[in-house]
């Protein structure tokens, strides 16, 4: 056995690291992340929170990315709503449904999310054949409580799924 299997493997590295400098990136902290809002499930199939009724005819006038923002709503709130100032407090997943339950679910979504002001939901489309990605946010747009929509960040759907901005008296964007 040579001497080297004797020393402490520990003290060895301390002695080839002897010289070493501490590299910046160790001694900075990470930026602080914003906690999410805690994801409530909640059966959104009553018929009677569902007062709104959707036109099958109405078009909005979406931008080339397939956002949409009232006349009287900030000229920066879809900026700020793509950089995620407001993430997504209620989920809803229309895979599967017909148009009829679709748009009584939305209904209830957004009569949900003004209930407990919220300022942003997500309504997932899905790719399928394109019939509920088109009539989505025609129908949303319609809602007077909606007060812009664009395409959900891509971790949470992409193109395929809508974060939807709510209008309530406690919105940020009233309180500028």
Known sequence: MSSSDDE??????????????????????????RPRPPRVTVDLSEPAAAPFFFSEDYQPLLDERGCWRRDDAPADLLA???RGEWPAALVLDLHGLDRA??????????????????DSVLVICGRGQGILKDKVPAYLA????????????RGQGGQHALLVLLDHPEAPWHRR
Not at 144 to 153: E, F, M, R, W
């Open 80 to 82: 700020r709503a793509r």
């Open 142 to 153: 319609q809602h007077p409580a909606v007060i812009g929509l664009l395409p959900a960040p």
């Open 101 to 118: 339950t679709v748009k009584l679910e939305l209904a209830a979504l957004i009569d949900h999310g003004l209930r407990r002001q919220h």
């Open 8 to 33: 402490d493997p520990l003290a060895l590295f301390r002695q080839a690291a002897a010289g070493a400098k501490r590299l910046r990136q160790d001694t900075t902290a990470p930026p602080a992340m």
